[in-house]
């Protein structure tokens, strides 16, 4: 259910920002679902809690606090590392490398960017495994963000500082609408994410935002083919 887009709309674009999980690669992919499950699993044993419990507990820090490591760390006091280098442990072979989104991203005009709420390893792994690494000048994480995730307004704000990007000439690829909030209130241009044929794979129900429908100027299940056309047509 890709809304194609219309060039005309990202003529003026000279920087292309994209979330990672579940947004370069698919929802189908399942590879988000490695970590979720070790989130899960790193709750239980720091709380000594039987499985339920602990993802009961995971998925009320993730929406209290935007992610499940902001929730531990204000509410327990966790070593930031230890958790990021414990829950991306996974294994990264799930993941098929994407050489037509690769072409895509490397034919888009102006600088790309990978702007994370995980982290630079993980970024690193996952995007070399898909092969598109090498398309993208640099990766905002979540230790660049001072450990302050997305949907904070002040991340974003310290990301578009650090590489003086100025919001009309943005554009933002997200698979969670409330974290284009922030993007469209400065102006970029918003293109939210979806699973194929919006049918979830892993992910709750809740994390879908349909009170942040005006902050979505485009909708795709199928980012190589909305970049293509982009490329194409321009």
Do not use: C
Not at 44 to 54: H, Q
């Amino acid at each position: 259910m890709t809304t194609l887009p219309d060039p005309a709309r990202f003529a003026h674009v000279t920087d292309w920002v994209f979330d990672l999980d579940n947004t370069l690669y698919p929802h189908h992919s399942n590879l988000f679902s490695q970590i979720d499950v070790k989130m899960t699993a790193y709750v239980g044993e720091l709380l000594a809690l039987p499985r339920e419990e602990a993802r009961k507990l995971q998925k009320e820090l993730y929406r209290e606090y935007g992610t499940t490591l902001n929730g531990l760390m204000t509410r327990h006091g966790i070593d930031p590392d230890d958790f990021l280098e414990k829950v991306h442990d996974i294994d990264y072979s799930w993941l098929v490398p994407d050489p037509v989104l690769g072409t895509a991203i490397r034919q888009l005009p102006g600088r790309k960017f990978i702007f994370t709420n995980g982290d630079r390893r993980h970024a690193e792994r996952t995007a070399r495994q898909l092969g598109i690494l090498e398309h993208f000048d640099d990766i905002f994480d979540i230790v660049a963000a001072g450990l302050n995730p997305k949907p904070a307004r002040q991340t974003y704000e310290k990301f578009a500082e650090l590489h003086a990007v100025t919001g009309h000439n943005a554009v933002m690829f997200e698979d969670l609408a409330r974290n284009l909030s922030v993007p469209k209130s400065l102006g970029m241009t918003t293109v939210l994410v979806v699973p194929r044929n919006f049918e979830p794979t892993f992910s709750e129900i809740w994390e879908r935002d349909p009170a942040n429908e005006d902050d979505v100027d485009f909708v795709t299940d199928d980012l190589a083919t909305f970049l293509t056309t982009i490329v194409v047509r321009n």
